[in-house]
């Protein structure tokens, strides 16, 4: 039987980077643990049709999921939190929103009907948020707002909110995230903010039922009564969302202030008694015991910035904790590495992972740290365009091949190790058109990158356009490189590994896209046990 779907809105006040995502996260996590089904959308209020043509400098990674589709980071927390796939379906943004619309105006579809915001474009974010739970019996679908309540951008998603709740009565919720800041010249934590982000949503039509308000100071209860007084909710609705020590705590504290219990009163839903977050619990006790600590080098071109590498970061949390081993993350600016300063910027490290990136700034920074970690015998990951680097890396040393390159960044070279793959060649648009999202892999039995999967047959995903070039299997593999796995469809080489080596790894997918809580990635726990191992 079809069971009846709720629908949660997550929307944002007072300020950007509240955490909007990692609230939406925590609560699908604890109502996963009373026992119901749920899905994490993501709605971005910008034009770009999705965020794959973005520079990272813009809204940081691009996530990947299965099915290929280029999406907001937040989308990387659902699954690490929910242990969930997603999907495009899960991450929609007005660009897409108008580009439906007016295809479907091209097609003469609205039968001559003027087109505007409202109904089309606020039907079609409707479509967008209900088609979730059609294709899936979920209990909720929760449904996050990007951006500020306020912001030019969010006002046809404000206005669908509005409508849905009038359409859906007490099935539709909202969650409305502020934050509260303490002005330590006054010693007191200021309402004002949050009163007047929640005007702007009433002066759009909306009543949020739940407030939660980040904060770096506990709440008392004449703040709490305060803000439900102002704001026109019950004073249980108003939840304290203090500064965490990890992202991993959130859905604790969220159990504690009982989001998820009145998240269920205001939709009418039955609570059932027990919340089940034993396996969440163990692992924030390992994340918070370590028997030791690791150094692992971050070598990227982007490590300034905190959320380019963001799943890369968490993976490597959730291969450490798997340890019980606290790491450390060193971001190394590959534009800076050089010869004359690579040992004094590597030598204090257990393990060296080199990062995926697009373009030449920083290349020949990542080519020297891969350098130093084969020669160092230092445990080596290599993604994407990492996994590329130790290909040119070991062409030029080992192989002798001068020059030897990827034609990304040297079209001309006499060696090109890796080259565009040969479906890329006709390609012009740029948005959607690498070789997205999960694609098979056979691994080579006798490799290490088989003691750490443990199975023969794996699956992982991609964003690329560049490939190993099979031209140069052979001379790879008689001087001891591994071919370690393979795409059988198309022939392709997805993971290289170093035979005398201790652990050297490079892999043309991204691992880290897959890492979840309940099941970190084995490549990233295998690397950060060869570390370990490095060090005792
Ligand atoms: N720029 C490389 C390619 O397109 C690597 C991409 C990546 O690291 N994600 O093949």
Redesign the pocket.
């Known amino acids: 039987m079809k069971r009846k779907v709720k629908y949660i809105f997550v929307t944002g006040g007072v300020s950007s980077s509240l955490g909007k995502g990692i609230i939406s996260a925590s609560l699908a996590k604890l109502l996963q643990g009373r026992g119901f089904s749920v899905t994490i959308q993501k709605l971005d209020p910008y034009i770009n049709i999705d965020p794959g043509t973005l520079n990272p400098y813009e809204h940081g990674e691009c996530y990947v999921t299965d099915d290929g589709a280029e999406t907001d980071l937040d989308l990387g927390h659902y699954e690490r939190f929910s242990n969930t796939p997603t999907s495009q379906a899960n991450n929609v943004t007005t660009g897409r929103i108008y580009q439906y619309v007016i295809n479907k105006e091209r097609k003469g579809e609205y039968l001559g009907t003027t087109v505007q915001v409202v109904p089309h474009i606020t039907d079609e974010i409707k479509r967008s948020v209900k088609i979730l739970s059609q294709t899936n019996n979920f209990d909720f679908v929760i449904t996050e707002i990007g951006g500020t309540v306020g912001d030019i951008e969010s006002f046809p998603f404000i206005e669908t909110v509005r409508q849905m709740k009038w359409e859906l009565g007490k099935d539709c919720a909202v969650v409305h995230l502020t934050l509260v800041p303490f002005l330590s010249a006054a010693g007191e934590l200021k309402t004002k903010p949050t009163q007047h982000s929640v005007k702007t949503m009433l002066e759009q039509g909306v009543q949020p039922d739940i407030i939660v308000c980040r904060t770096e100071h506990h709440l008392n209860e004449g703040i709490k009564r305060k803000i439900a007084q102002f704001c026109n909710v019950n004073p249980t609705s108003v939840i304290e969302s203090i500064d965490a020590e990890t992202i991993y705590d959130v859905p604790l504290l969220m159990r504690e202030e009982k989001l998820d219990i009145e998240v269920l009163k205001v939709t009418g839903t039955k609570i059932p008694n027990k919340i089940d977050l034993s396996k969440w619990e163990k692992f924030v006790y390992s994340l918070k015991n370590p028997k030791g600590e690791v150094n692992i080098g971050l070598v990227g071109k982007y490590v300034e910035l905190k959320d380019a590498y963001k799943s890369i970061n968490e993976a490597l949390v959730h291969g450490g904790t798997e340890n019980q081993y606290k790491v450390n993350v060193i971001s190394i600016q590959s534009e800076h590495l050089n010869i004359d300063n690579v040992d004094e910027q590597l030598k204090a490290l257990d393990g060296i992972l080199v990062a ?3 373009g030449g700034r920083g290349i020949e920074g990542k080519i020297e740290a891969v350098k130093y970690a084969r020669e160092n015998k230092i445990p080596f990951l290599g ?4 996994m ?1 680097c130790a290909a040119i890396e070991f062409s030029r040393n080992i192989l002798g091949l001068k020059g030897a390159n990827t034609t ?1 960044i040297d079209s001309e070279t006499k060696f090109p190790v890796i080259d565009l793959m040969e479906d890329q060649k006709s390609v012009t648009n740029l948005g959607g058109s ?1 070789r997205l999202g999960l694609y098979d892999c056979s691994i080579d039995v006798n490799s290490k990158t088989y003691k750490e999967y443990n199975k023969k047959d794996i699956k992982e995903r991609h ?5 190993f070039n099979n031209e140069f299997r052979d001379k790879f593999t008689n001087n001891g490189m591994i071919l370690a796995g393979i795409n059988k469809e198309k022939n392709l080489v997805e993971i290289i590994e170093l035979e005398d080596h201790p652990w050297f790894i490079g892999v043309q997918f ?1 691992p880290e896209y897959k890492s979840t809580v309940k099941a970190p990635h084995p490549l990233f726990t295998g690397f950060i046990k060869a570390a370990i191992d490095k060090k005792v």
Do not use: A, D
């Not at 993604?383 to 990492?386: F, V």
């Not at 964003?463 to 490939?467: D, T």
């Open positions: 995926p990136g697009f993604i994407c365009l990492g590329q990304e690498m964003r690329h356009r560049y490939e991204h």
